[in-house]
């Protein structure tokens, strides 16, 4: 039997639960816990865990300055470009290029066996030969195409 | 009715019954359904190429704001929303004239929202803007995002409008006039920036919104969000504004070459990533009756959203309670261990301490007094696993049947009326009954501040489906406004105008009398009980003019299908149990029962006091309300327990403190309750749990229970424990465990295992799913219940059956009498315990508020609910405040024969003449300290209503106890809905698709 008495619990320790879930945790994931103590030693050993701590500390700054930098009319354009560059190689045929390749590797070493420069005459021939007319065809579709897109 | 809103507790028939044409292919479909929820039902199937939608949601049917569900119906574009399905209709939802109007509309649509969907807190994969942008795989938009000149909006203390994001779908709009129908929201189309606006302003604080999260919950983007979700839910959405604005201006900056599909996609791997970290748990709410139900988002222990859905009572609906009052769980003063009193203070000592004293206490105790001399009371907050338990503690280990629960204060009257009359105690049927009913009678009680979600149902049907609503109570509450009669019986005379009217019905040849002689016996005595209630005398006696007791009594007998809801205002009088069996009768010979939307329906108060009673927590009944005076009943669970039962009735709570006063009750365990603020004449109350020789109180708080006690133990809360809940509607319903107890708190059922095995039980419970599956093995009302049948979102309504069949209406068949007859029972009016005399010439009437529960024990501990509304009051008339020279604010001293209070007042026409309404929400003022013990004559509740006082002015002023920003300031504006038709009629409107500038341009891209 009692009187009433006003009484106030202690604050909840919300750390304390982690504490206790900390305790339980080496048992029930021993081995994950393992593997990530050799993990974390060799990432201390190559000082990636020192960059790192730096890193989260600061990682407010970090994305602050890089998204500043990044917003600049400058940064803006390299990453357009960059993605330009990427979707080039996705949209450019990959045959062509192969072929183009090839082209390259193949004029050069028949340039290289040439012991002297070819007459205007041999020049003119090979300009207008079949090949050549097709190889022109496709450079002035390019030129054109440029020149379209310039004007939109 | 032209424009009739659907049922929302009631699914749709998609039965076919006819048959259409989609894209070249015949598909079966039911006529008059919407064409829109047919393409839906189809894409669920995988057979249908997902319609694009935004504004649509079925739960609320169409409002026709967004435009993007275009279709071609018969050649033409229409709103697939609001196209009703004809046989033999013709539907595209594909081709060039419905792609681009779809485009055209989102077009529009993306005008109003900037898409940073990978640093947006509502990137969770159920964003409809998000999901519709891929759905319609938007490469680019053609017209530029505009800002709109308005602020968020921060004022409200749970969730915040960014005009910025708000695409002006009008969901928001629809579901608060519709849905919960506080009609605060609405849109302002005419102006050259629309915005949402709250009671035609543009601040949300002050205003008559009741945050019950409606809009949060249903606004399709971020516009309106809770606001602990903001820099929660994402993985960078708490970096520096500054930092986000930047990351979007470059995303803004990079996407016209690669366009929307590879930030989408990114946006969906961050979206993914969330689920790793925030959980999901189905819960059902912890505070009503009504059995909402819902998702609880959790990160770690920090509670980032609740999250309706589809829960068959609810659907998308919740309170301000369910929705934002959580605070309690990880409130920083929840107890974590046991406690020890220990002279003037109490301290914290280990579980075997506790369960050692306990153990060597309960011996002794019942060694030298008897088993008797324990009592033990159950909780209405927790589960019914645990009351259940609870109750074989007390019994089977024990040995006594003095177990109780907190429906004593509250719902045993309506019990004992259901009970005489129709056999069983709960709601002759389910919210979808409320909700078509012809005629909704409220009679002493308060749903839309009590039971909201409930109300929300009556609101809408009232407004939108031409149902009657009539209204008897004291007080002018929200209800009472809306109702097409209201009257104000003086206090304690229901019985007389329902015995009157019935009296009435029947001398009139109004009485379905079919009904009466083919379902229910006793109709000669009755009407001859009914003799001395003419119209006169209850006008006499009540105070209400006879010609609206007339007027209601031709209303009830015309109408198709009553349902009558009741509460405190009936149950919690001397002769509670009485006016329910009037009530009761009433609905008999109006032929109210055994058909669908009519019937009985007592409000029950708690989330589980329907189940805290149904599971045996009560001194005369096993679960199941078998009687513990039943040898074979009692033979039956003596045999699943191994053991010898007491064999009379034991106390209930009432009798338990006058048993303690006499000297002849030494133990007291209480779960889960509040006694000295719960119980009636609180000073009485205290005197008992002051001499009670071993008080044990077990909870999630330090209660003023608690500060009796000599052993105070740790209870985990609802989202910290598996079990069920049985809501007012008898529906049972999972809880799922969505984070750990705290500290070394237990669940309540975990408690009583570890303290009836101590004292020689042998029980072996591993989960609560093992205690119902043993409830359902001893209890025919619960036979098919498990837990297997009760996964995520299912529900039973009891009586369930062995192969799972369960009862949302009740009497389908019969009634569970032995001739399956009801029978009337005649009741003879006494006048209240306590009327007002020359020195207490004040009636006091009490009750809850919305946004507090109770007392206020686990709402206060909600940051925001204290911040709108910190303090109780009293509320007094106009004409009384004149009368007494007492102004808002002002404190009083309220005084009756058994204690005093003081409050401050808050003047009111709410009540009227000498009739004050004091507020619940106050533990260190409870209106309890003013309450008699007279109690009902049947059941023993408490008369909390039959209360007179007298005023007396203190020297303070005050200042108002209701704070300005409090809703109940703010001044609706009621319209038809969306009223979106005057955005139609706007000069720059115009179908999407019909004009040639529809026509987008979409950048062919490769998509990552």
């Known amino acids: 039997m009692a009187k009433p008495i006003a009484f106030k619990p202690v604050t909840v320790d919300f750390k304390a639960d982690f504490q206790r879930k900390l305790e339980r945790a080496p048992e029930e994931h021993a081995e994950a816990l393992l593997l990530l103590y050799d993990v974390l030693e060799a990432a201390h050993e190559k000082g990636l865990l020192d960059i790192l701590h730096g890193a989260i500390g600061a990682k407010d700054t970090i994305f602050n300055t890089l998204s500043k930098y990044a917003a600049t009319p400058e940064g803006i354009a390299g990453i357009r470009n960059l993605l330009t560059a990427a979707k080039i190689l996705t949209e450019l045929d990959p045959e062509v290029l192969d072929q183009l390749s090839k082209v390259m590797s193949g004029a050069t070493k028949e340039h290289q066996q040439e012991k002297k420069a070819p007459s205007l005459w041999q020049l003119a021939k090979r300009a207008t030969s079949e090949d050549s007319r097709r190889g022109l065809s496709f450079m002035t579709l390019v030129l054109s195409g440029l020149g379209r897109s310039l004007k939109e | 009715m032209a424009n009739m809103k659907k049922l929302l507790n009631t699914p ?5 019954n006819t048959e259409l044409t989609i894209d070249g292919l015949k ?4 006529a008059g359904g919407l064409l829109i929820d047919l393409l ?3 894409t669920a199937a995988h057979v249908q190429k997902p319609v694009p939608q935004v504004c649509y949601l079925e739960q609320m049917g169409p409002i026709q704001s967004c435009d993007t569900c275009m279709v071609k119906v018969n050649g033409e574009l229409v709103r697939a929303c609001a196209t009703k399905i004809v046989a033999g209709m013709n539907v595209e939802t594909a081709g060039e004239t419905v792609d681009i109007a779809q485009r055209e509309a989102f077009d529009r649509i993306l005008q109003n929202h900037m898409l940073y969907c990978t640093v947006c807190d509502n990137n969770n994969q159920n964003c409809t803007i998000h999901n519709t942008t891929a759905v319609l795989d938007v490469k680019h938009q053609s017209r530029e995002y505009k800002r709109k000149p308005y602020e968020k909006d921060m004022s409200n203390p749970f969730y915040r409008y960014d005009p910025d994001q708000c695409i002006l779908c009008g969901r928001c709009v629809e579901s608060c006039q519709n849905v919960q129908v506080n009609e605060t929201l609405s849109i ?26 409606h809009c949060v919950t249903v ?39 690669i366009g929307y599909g590879p930030i989408l996609s990114l946006s969906e791997m961050e979206a993914e990533m969330r689920s790793e970290r925030t959980k999901r748990t189905k819960t059902v709410c912890t505070y009503c009756a009504v059995g909402c139900s819902f998702e609880v988002w959790t990160k770690e222990r920090h509670i980032l959203k609740i999250e309706p859905t589809h829960g068959p009572a609810n659907g998308i609906s919740t309170c301000v309670k369910g929705k934002f009052a959580w605070g309690h769980i990880n409130s920083d003063d929840r107890l974590t261990k046991p406690l020890l009193r220990d002279g003037e203070s109490f301290r914290e000592i280990e579980w075997d301490e506790a369960l050692d004293i306990i153990e060597h206490t309960f011996k002794r105790i019942k060694n030298e007094h008897g088993p008797d001399a324990l009592a033990f009371i159950a909780s209405s907050k927790c589960t019914n696993e645990e009351s259940y338990v609870m109750q074989k503690l007390a019994r089977a280990v024990i040995g006594t049947n003095n177990v109780d629960n907190c429906a004593r204060y509250c719902q045993n009257p309506a019990t004992m009326g259901l009970q005489r009359t129709v056999g069983y105690g709960g709601d002759s049927g389910s919210i979808s009954d409320i909700e078509k009913a012809g005629l909704v009678l409220i009679v002493g009680a308060n749903p ?29 509450h929200e209800m009472a406004e809306r109702a097409d009669i209201f009257f104000r019986p003086n206090p304690s005379t229901d019985a007389v105008w329902m015995c009157a009217m019935a009296k009435y019905i029947i001398d009139s040849g109004l009485a379905k009398m079919d009904f009466v002689n083919k379902w229910v016996n006793n109709f000669d005595a009755y009407k001859k009980s009914l003799e001395p209630y003419t119209i006169e005398y209850a006008e006499k006696i009540t105070g209400v003019p006879a010609n609206t007791l007339t007027m209601v009594a031709h209303e009830i007998a015309a109408a198709d299908g009553v349902c009558i809801l009741f509460a405190m205002g009936v149950t919690q009088h001397c002769g509670g149990s009485d006016t329910a069996t009037s009530l009761s009768n009433l609905l008999l010979v109006t032929g109210n029962y055994m058909r669908p939307g009519a019937g009985a329906y007592p409000l029950r108060g708690h989330n589980n006091v329907q189940g805290a009673s149904d599971y045996g927590s009560m001194p005369n009944v096993f679960s199941g309300y078998q009687k513990v005076d039943d040898p074979d009943v009692r033979a039956k669970f003596e045999a699943d327990w191994g053991v010898s039962l007491p064999t009379s009735t034991g106390k209930d709570n009432h009798q338990m403190i006058d048993a303690i006063l006499a000297g002849t009750l030494k133990a007291l365990y209480i779960k889960g309750e509040d006694t000295i603020t719960s119980d009636s004449n609180a000073n009485f109350v205290g005197s008992a749990l002051e001499k009670v020789e071993f008080l044990i109180v077990q909870d999630i708080n330090f209660s003023e229970t608690a500060r009796y006690a000599d052993l105070v133990l740790p209870a985990a809360a609802s989202l910290e424990k598996d079990g069920t809940f049985t809501s007012t509607e008898r529906r049972i319903q999972r809880i799922y465990k969505a984070m750990e107890p705290l500290g070394e708190a237990k669940a309540d059922w975990e408690i009583i295992q570890l303290i009836a095995n101590r004292m020689g039980g042998n029980w072996t419970y591993t989960h609560p799913s093992e205690i119902m599956d043993e409830v359902a093995r001893l209890t025919p009302l619960f036979a098919g219940v498990s837990y297997h049948r009760l996964e995520g979102f299912n529900t039973l309504q009891w009586p369930v059956h062995a192969d799972g069949t369960d009862s949302p209406l009740l009497f389908t068949e019969k009634f569970p009498f032995p001739d399956g007859k009801a029978k009337f029972h005649p009741v003879d009016y006494i006048p209240p315990s306590e009327e007002t005399s020359s020195i207490y010439d004040l009636h006091l009437n009490n009750g809850r508020l919305l946004e507090h529960f109770e007392q206020g024990s686990m709402t206060l501990r909600t940051a925001g609910i204290k911040e709108i509304t910190p303090n109780s009051w009293i509320e007094v008339s106009p004409e009384l405040a004149t009368e007494r020279g007492v102004t808002t604010g002002r404190y009083v001293q309220v005084t009756s024969p058994h204690g005093k209070a003081r409050v401050q007042v808050l003047v009111s026409d709410r009540v009227q003449g000498k009739q004050l309404y004091m507020t619940l929400n106050s533990v260190h003022e409870p209106v309890n300290r003013l309450t008699s013990s007279f109690t009902d004559r049947d059941t023993h509740t408490p008369a909390f209503k039959e209360t007179a006082v007298n005023m007396t002015l203190l020297p303070e002023q005050g200042d108002n106890p209701l704070p300005r920003r409090n809703f109940r300031y703010g001044k609706r504006t009621p ?25 987008l341009v979409q950048i062919t891209s490769t998509t990552v």
């Open chain 2, 12 to 16: 749709v028939d998609h039965t076919p």
């Open chain 2, 219 to 257: 606004c399709p983007c971020n516009a309106l969000m809770e606001k602990s979700m903001l820099g929660e839910a994402g993985y960078m959405t708490d970096l520096p504004t500054a930092t986000l604005n930047n990351m979007i201006d470059v995303v803004k900056g990079v996407e016209p070459p």
């Open chain 2, 188 to 213: 302002d189309w005419e102006s050259d920036h629309p915005r949402v606006l709250w009671d035609g302003g543009m601040q949300i604080e002050g205003s008559s919104c009741v945050s019950c999260g």
């Open chain 2, 27 to 30: 598909v079966p479909a039911h």
């Open chain 2, 40 to 42: 839906n039902q189809r």
């Open chain 2, 448 to 476: 839309a501040e009590n039971h909201p979600v409930l109300a929300t149902r009556v609101k809408r049907s009232h407004k939108h489906r031409g149902q009657r609503l009539i209204v008897a109570d004291l007080r002018k």
């Open chain 2, 975 to 999: 319209q038809s809905g969306l009223e979106i038709e005057r955005k139609w009629a706007r000069a720059d409107y115009h179908l999407p698709g019909t004009a040639p500038a529809d026509k």
